[in-house]
């Protein structure tokens, strides 16, 4: 079977950086084209050095990266994480970027990629969808042309981490979701129903970082990150591209309440009766994970690199 083609748009953030790692760690599966990044868990200008400071660090500087939109589609002003560190990578000893941004703007980039390769590629949303959003809204034409939309976001059956019923990346730019997850792409949905299963702890990093120095430095970061959130959030969605049958889910329809006041960035899933199986959906939503064989397979992975 032919590796999926990505574009990773994200906002780095320690569990940005493993899912980074992840993705370059699965040729065999994840061909990554390109990645995004975006304001949210940091600012732009971190966000971008940090995609950068993670490709240079596993020898991939190959990997084109793009600085997209540096704040929320409606306001001038994005909301940030305290569980990332002050530089959003656990402000933990990492290489400098030895290679330079793209020129080109994310936005562009993204219109660009998905005309080049009609149907074929995956867009695997981390942070706030405002890059993606801004792409469909300057060109709509790219939506029929995105073979699916795999993304790290929202809250359906549980509380938010942002609010009662938010969650971060779908509650910094809850436009740019409504945007996005009412375009008509097919849609796989990684929230916290089943990311917050996903969870580290200190014993499953001890071994970890004995296998090599570069993770050691990644257990470092999810060390930093996991004293707040010790949940891998982002990994979930390439581990899903790599190996569906870690994870379970239920069909339904989606939509994002967009409305700056208490249901800001509220995800509300209406699940498929069983007993009208022909009903259309326009979402799969993932609540279930093996968690021993996800983190069976995420060592695993990250000890090739």
């Given at each position: ?152 976001g929202g809250a ?29 792409i097919p849609q ?118």
């Open positions: 079977m032919a590796p999926h083609k990505i574009i990773l748009d994200c906002d780095p953030g320690v569990d940005d950086a493993i899912a980074i790692l992840l993705a370059l760690a699965s040729p065999q599966e994840i061909e990554l084209l390109g990645i995004t990044t975006v304001a949210g868990n940091v600012p732009l200008e971190n966000t971008a050095r940090n995609a950068r400071r993670i490709c240079t660090l596993a020898g991939r500087q190959d990997i084109p990266v793009y600085a997209g939109c540096s704040r929320p589609m409606l306001e001038a002003e994005g909301r940030r994480s305290k569980v990332h560190g002050n530089d959003g990578l656990g402000n933990v000893t990492l290489p400098e970027p030895d290679f330079a941004l793209q020129e080109e703007h994310a936005v562009d980039y993204l219109i660009r990629a998905i005309h080049a390769a009609s149907g074929e590629i995956t867009l695997c949303p981390i942070g706030p969808m405002t890059n993606i959003a801004l792409a469909i809204v300057k060109d709509p034409s790219i939506a029929p042309k995105i073979k699916q939309l795999v993304f790290m359906a059956f549980c509380p938010g981490n942002s609010s009662p019923v938010a969650e971060f990346n779908i509650y910094v730019d809850p436009w740019a979701a409504h945007v996005v997850l009412s375009a008509g796989v949905m990684f929230g916290l129903d089943v990311t917050l299963q996903a969870k580290i702890n200190s014993n499953y990093l001890d071994a970890l970082q004995q296998v090599s120095p570069l993770l050691a430095s990644a257990t470092a970061m999810m060390r930093s990150y996991g004293a707040s959130d010790p949940c891998l959030h982002d990994p979930c969605v390439i581990a899903w591209l790599i190996e569906p049958s870690l994870f379970s889910g239920v069909e339904g329809d989606i939509s994002v309440s967009y409305h700056d006041d208490i249901h800001r960035g509220q995800t509300v899933v209406a699940v498929k009766p069983r007993h009208l199986a022909d009903n259309q959906t326009n979402i799969t939503v993932m609540t279930e994970v093996d968690k021993p064989r996800l983190l069976k397979m995420l060592a695993e992975r990250l000890s090739r690199l």
